[in-house]
């Protein structure tokens, strides 16, 4: 029962590879190295370079590994660089995809977890967003992930595919100080960015329609999104043909910016730092916080982890990398 991992050398990847060879389970990486690193892997698992535009390079690993399901992390995260570059984004997003659809149709592999985001969702509704909630994504980047997830459920109907898209919610954290994320431009990170420059973190908007009036998310660690990659991939193993699921990552609990910026400014001890309220960013939702009902009944998974320990966790990775 081997797995291959795309994108298995990246932030969430590489911690989805921890947990599975921590299991036991075998797994083989597969990654194109642009922002993946190999140090990342931990000793003993093999690592393919390739991307999954490449056919022939995905026939070839696909056999030569006998692999029998995929964890497909692999793709473009950032939503502003997709507005700026949405070719780019459908190219490797979804393109990506396609292709590696037709490399396991064509080698006999029929399980496939699939990395999707809370940003379907666009600026959604409800107080608990659940997976049957409207899907209005409002980015190119989201737009690929829905499109990924009609994907998947076209392939299950036609070919008997078995397969789960996981939404996430707001990543936070590392499993392990070196596999914390690169380059990432998200709130906790940009506020350890202001912490080190000295400066105030930044709010963008505190007139929303929300206790704080501030931004609500559903922040996740990313120990806990690997291990919901695990019970998915558990799950298939013993999955009827033509399954496709698609479940939220979150904890069902919101924090607002405010909020989320005085517990880092707390573990990075410059509580002297006073946020400062700028305009808001165009196309955030007031709020976007899960319903962690669905994936609880289909994997028995739930988060493990709370702010603060996700956290601490990141801001020791920062240090990691910035030290
Ligand atoms: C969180 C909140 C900001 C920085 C995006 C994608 C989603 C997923 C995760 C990935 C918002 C506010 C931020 C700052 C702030 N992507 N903020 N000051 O937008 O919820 O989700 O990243 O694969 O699909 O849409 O995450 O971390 O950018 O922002 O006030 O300096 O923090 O306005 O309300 P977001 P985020």
């Known amino acids: 029962m081997t797995w291959l991992v795309t994108g298995g050398a990246g932030y969430i990847g590489a911690h989805v590879v921890r947990v599975l060879a921590g299991a036991g389970v075998p797994v083989v990486v597969f990654d194109d190295l642009s922002t993946g690193e190999a140090a990342r892997l931990p000793e003993g698992v093999p690592l393919e370079t390739g991307s999954v535009l490449d056919r022939a390079r995905l026939d070839a690993v696909l056999g030569e590994h006998r692999v ?10 950032q939503v502003a660089e997709s507005v700026e570059r949405p ?22 592999v029929d399980r496939l977890v699939f990395s999707s985001s809370a940003s379907v969702y666009g600026v959604p509704e409800p107080e608990l967003v659940t997976e049957d909630t409207p899907c209005l994504p409002i980015s190119p980047y989201g737009e690929t992930k829905l ?45 350890f960015e202001r912490v080190d420059a000295g400066r105030p973190p930044l709010v963008f908007g505190d007139d929303y329609d929300t206790p704080d009036g501030t931004c609500v998310r559903d922040y996740v660690h990313v120990q806990d999104i690997a291990e919901a990659h695990l019970a998915a991939a558990r799950r298939l193993d013993e999955a009827p043909e033509g399954i496709a699921l698609r479940l939220n990552i979150g904890r069902g609990e919101g924090s607002s910016v405010l909020e989320m910026i005085e517990r880092v400014l707390k573990t990075t001890g410059r509580t002297d730092l006073v946020p400062e309220v700028v305009p808001r960013r165009p196309g955030d939702a007031a709020r976007c916080v899960a ?6 009944a289909e994997l028995g998974w739930s988060a493990r982890y709370g702010l603060d320990e996700m956290i601490e966790s990141a801001w020791q990775g920062w240090r990691h990398l910035h030290d």
């Not at 919610?169 to 990432?184: C, H």
């Not at 319903?291 to 609880?296: F, G, M, N, Q, T």
């Open 68 to 77: 029998t399901g995929v964890l497909h992390i692999a793709g473009k995260k």
């Open 147 to 191: 499109i990924g997830e009609w994907l998947l459920r076209d392939a299950s109907v036609a070919y008997g595919l078995r397969t789960i898209a996981l939404r996430y919610f707001n990543v936070v954290g590392a499993g392990l100080p070196g596999l914390a994320d690169k380059g990432a431009a998200n709130l906790v990170p940009l506020i």
């Open 87 to 108: 070719l780019h984004y459908y190219r490797e997003n979804v393109e990506g995809l396609r292709v590696l659809l037709e490399a396991m149709r064509a080698a006999g």
């Open 291 to 296: 319903s962690a009902d669905a994936i609880r």
